[in-house]
């Protein structure tokens, strides 16, 4: 996965007479938060737009699938699970190939 960082050019942030006057000290005054000015301004891309749609459907989704485990442990109690190597692999190889492997 690739992103791309746009934003200012190497000029514009050469030029940071304005930034470098209001510098903050150490200490307490780190703890406050930035104020925003109406020159500020945010866009996001089409992957990160993606992403923060992920995160929320992750983030609302269940870490584990009760009735799947239940289901498991049915099957390996009645002695009928079986594990299928055949799938095991091909799964692996697919997420090789999505992790760039």
């Excluded at 150490?26 to 301004?41: H, I, L, N, Q």
């Excluded at 049915?74 to 190889?93: E, F, K, Q, W």
Aim: proline residues 4%; neutral net charge.
């Amino acid at each position: 996965m690739t992103q791309k960082i746009e934003g200012a050019t190497p000029s514009a942030i050469r030029n940071t007479s304005a930034v470098s006057s209001a510098r903050v000290a150490s200490g307490a005054e780190r703890a406050k938060p930035v104020e925003a000015t109406e020159s500020d301004s945010l866009r996001l891309t089409g992957e990160a737009t993606g992403l923060q749609t992920l995160q929320r459907e992750l983030a609302s989704a269940p870490a584990i699938n009760q009735a799947r485990v239940a289901e498991v442990k049915a099957a390996i109690d009645a002695g009928t699970y079986r594990v299928n190597p055949d799938a095991i692999a091909s799964r692996m190889l697919e997420l090789d190939k999505q992790l760039g492997g």
